[in-house]
């Protein structure tokens, strides 16, 4: 069964504060694995796309990186506006979608 | 603009009265998929389509029914909706099924069952 854990759960930081988000995950068939940000009443929002291992990607505070069995978001000094809830998500050859519960974070100016 | 679009967005019911939550896509895009989202339980997919009369169950199907008879929408099909089935849904959409092809949602739709 395809697993994906994200930690932690929730994330308090002070503007500027660098930190980095983890998401483990267990598929069969990996076809991408996907980085969401979503903000409170909306839908996930596209932020990126891994493919293979050691790829990274970056937009502009935020870089998303991806080993054999997990991806971190690293978060450079953020701001009060990267406060969401960011969540990692993986497409297998079959077409199903497996979703972490999420990482709330929050950045306190 | 390209969207996916969610009706209603809220909804309060009763138990056993049937309801459908429409979800149409304005990009040509073969893959469409239904989610719920529950607190501390992230998006769990509910049932997607690979293309137009192709349908295929996530995991959490039970209750609920789908069709795709157009490519542009995916309506969600609750017949005999059950409090547990309380929840905030959302529509997504994508170029195709499989590889690096991400995601587009619906502003999601709050359902309440009472």
């Known amino acids: 069964e395809d697993q994906v854990t994200q930690s932690p759960e929730a994330l308090r930081l002070q503007e500027g504060e660098s930190s980095s988000l983890n998401c483990s995950y267990t598929v069969s068939g990996l076809r991408g694995l996907f980085w969401y940000r979503q903000d409170p009443g909306k839908g996930p929002e596209f932020l990126f796309t891994?493919?293979?291992a050691g790829e990274e990607k970056e937009k502009e505070r935020l870089k998303a990186t991806l080993t054999k069995k997990e991806s971190f978001l690293h978060i450079t000094a953020p701001k009060p506006e990267d406060s969401a809830t960011y969540l990692c998500?993986?497409?297998?050859?079959?077409?199903?979608?497996?979703f972490g519960d999420g990482t709330t974070l929050t950045v306190k100016p | 603009e390209a969207q996916v679009t969610q009706n209603p967005r809220y909804l309060i019911t009763v138990t056993g009265k049937k309801l459908t939550v429409t979800c149409s896509q304005n990009?040509?895009?073969?893959?469409m998929s239904w989610y719920r989202q529950d607190p501390g339980l992230g998006l769990r997919q509910i049932y997607y389509s690979m293309n137009v009369e192709v349908t295929d169950k996530g995991d959490v199907p039970e209750g609920y029914k789908v069709s795709r008879k157009e490519k542009r929408n995916f309506p969600l099909i609750l017949e005999s909706p059950s409090p547990n089935q309380t929840s905030l849904y959302f529509c997504?959409?994508?170029?195709?099924?499989?590889?690096?092809?991400?995601?587009?949602f619906g502003d999601g739709t709050r359902l309440s069952i009472l």
């Open positions: 998500a993986v497409n297998t050859n079959a077409g199903k979608s497996t």
């Open positions: 990009m040509n895009h073969e893959y």
């Open positions: 997504a959409s994508s170029l195709y099924a499989g590889g690096g092809q991400p995601q587009h």
């Open positions: 891994l493919y293979s």
